[in-house]
């Protein structure tokens, strides 16, 4: 089976970081500042449509400065790598042990995730990974569809973990069943309307679903 995972907010605990680098780049462009939990809402999509979200009233312009302070932000707060999530490396060693494929669906850029990648000494780790600035932003499904074709693998033989409702809609719209993870960016509530198997509270119990 290929296992596909979202990474901030689902193996990495990194909600503080981002909501954080949001609100500098925001004051930086003194911009209205925005509670966490509204920017929280907005994780999972790609860089570049979260900003649009949260600040419509942006010209192209503002809206790529934006980014750029954004990821400046996260640069600089980079030098204190984020954790993993209690329970991310023995799962993931578990199902590497039991022979399934396991990739990487993220809303990273490819240079962030190679980043961070190399930060945990990963860089080979996952069998593919697909990042946001090299296909389209979820919830469209083109992500898990490009993972698909290169495992040569039926919707059907894929599986996918997420934390907000963009990761599981993207999987409804690529015909792939998915878990959603409740410790993320997104309530429980939000991740049900989207009829994944089941919402996990620890990841570790990922283990009696696989």
Not at 16 to 22: D, F, S
Not at 29 to 44: D, R
Not at 90 to 114: C, I, N, P, Q, Y
Not at 163 to 183: F, Q
Request: net charge negative; with cysteine; glycine share 4%.
């Amino acid at each position: 089976m290929l296992l596909v995972f979202d990474w901030d907010g689902t193996l990495m605990d990194s909600m503080a970081k981002i909501t954080g680098c949001v609100q500098l780049a925001a004051q930086d462009l003194k911009l209205p500042a925005l509670e966490s939990g509204t920017i929280k809402t907005v994780i999972g999509l790609s860089l570049p449509l979260a900003i649009k979200t949260l600040y419509p009233m942006l010209s192209v312009a503002d809206q790529e400065l934006f980014r750029q302070r954004y990821i400046s932000h996260f640069n600089e707060a980079d030098y204190q790598p984020c954790s993993l999530y209690p329970g991310v490396t023995t799962v993931l060693a578990e199902l590497r042990r039991r022979d399934h494929s396991l990739a990487v669906a993220t809303s990273k850029s490819r240079r962030g995730l190679m980043q961070v990648l190399a930060n945990l000494g990963w860089e080979d780790y996952f069998d593919a990974t697909r990042c946001a600035d090299e296909t389209c932003s979820k919830p469209d499904p083109l992500m898990l569809n490009e993972l698909l074709a290169e495992f040569s693998l039926p919707p059907e033989r894929a599986l996918m973990v997420g934390d907000t409702e963009y990761d599981l809609k993207m999987a409804a719209n690529a015909s792939v069943a998915s878990i959603g993870v409740s410790y993320g960016a997104h309530p429980k509530s939000r991740l049900q309307a989207h009829k994944p198997l089941a919402c996990i509270d620890e990841f570790a119990q990922l283990l009696d679903w696989v």
